[in-house]
């Protein structure tokens, strides 16, 4: 079975300073990996995704994340925060074959101190 | 534009109550899912759709039901509304291919009195 462990519910920075959101993932087959994001009041909206080309993936707002096979790892950065990247974070894995639902992390929420 | 649409974002219901959340896509895409959302414990999938009828449980499924009449509309049925399904429901649809992306609706906020 694949699932995802996100490291701390939360993470608080402070506008201007690195951004690192942990992600690992277990799963018996080549991974996809995705990162979410969740502004209050709204639904999920696509970051990035890792699917088997290259191990660094860009992604919208400046957020990039790099797939670590060795460590069964995906964490997301962003070099320099900014007060409107508080919001909740979510990692997400899904097999190649069967299933084509996500598995989710429980989420990180960012909050960007002044 | 990619559009994921839930008819309500905010309901009040009683327990016992029979309760219907409905979801529209306008992407012709394969895949409709219903999760539900929980403080600390993410996204947990209640059931998907990959085909116009086709349904499969995902990993709670119980105390809901699913309807997909039309490739377009994806319905979560509780048929008897309890306190512990007082969450935020997300529908979400996608193409059948490998690694596509999912796209959420914005949710509904569903509570159970």
């Known amino acids: 079975a694949q699932s995802v462990t996100q490291l701390g519910s939360h993470v608080s920075v402070s506008e201007g300073a690195l951004v690192l959101l942990r992600c690992n993932y277990s799963?018996?087959?080549?991974?996809?990996l995705f990162w979410y994001v969740q502004y209050p009041n709204q639904g999920l909206q696509l970051l990035l995704k890792?699917?088997?080309?290259?191990?660094l993936v860009k992604g919208i707002n400046g957020f990039e994340a790099e797939f670590k096979k060795s460590e069964t790892s995906f964490h997301l950065t962003k070099p320099s925060a900014h007060m409107s990247d508080a919001a909740e974070y979510f990692c997400?894995?899904?097999?190649?074959?069967?299933?084509?639902?996500?598995?989710f992390g429980s989420g990180t929420r960012l909050q960007v101190q002044p | 534009d990619v559009k994921v649409t839930q008819s309500s974002r905010y309901l009040v219901k009683r327990t016992g109550e029979k309760v219907f959340l409905e979801c529209v896509q306008d992407?012709?895409?394969?895949?409709m899912f219903w999760y539900r959302q929980d403080p600390g414990l993410g996204l947990r999938l209640i059931y998907f759709?990959?085909?116009?009828?086709?349904?499969e449980k995902g990993d709670i499924p119980e105390g809901y039901s699913v309807s997909r009449e039309k490739k377009e509309r994806f319905s979560l049925i509780l048929e008897s509304a309890s306190t512990n399904q007082t969450s935020m429901y997300l529908c979400?649809?996608?193409?059948?291919?490998?690694?596509?992306?999912?796209?959420f609706g914005e949710g509904s906020w569903l509570t159970v009195v």
């Open positions: 979400a649809s996608s193409r059948s291919v490998s690694g596509n992306t999912i796209y």
């Open positions: 759709s990959y085909d116009v009828k086709m349904k």
């Open positions: 997400a894995v899904s097999k190649d074959t069967g299933r084509r639902a996500l598995t």
């Open positions: 992407m012709d895409h394969e895949n």
């Open positions: 890792y699917t088997s080309a290259a191990t």
């Open positions: 799963s018996s087959v080549p991974p996809y």
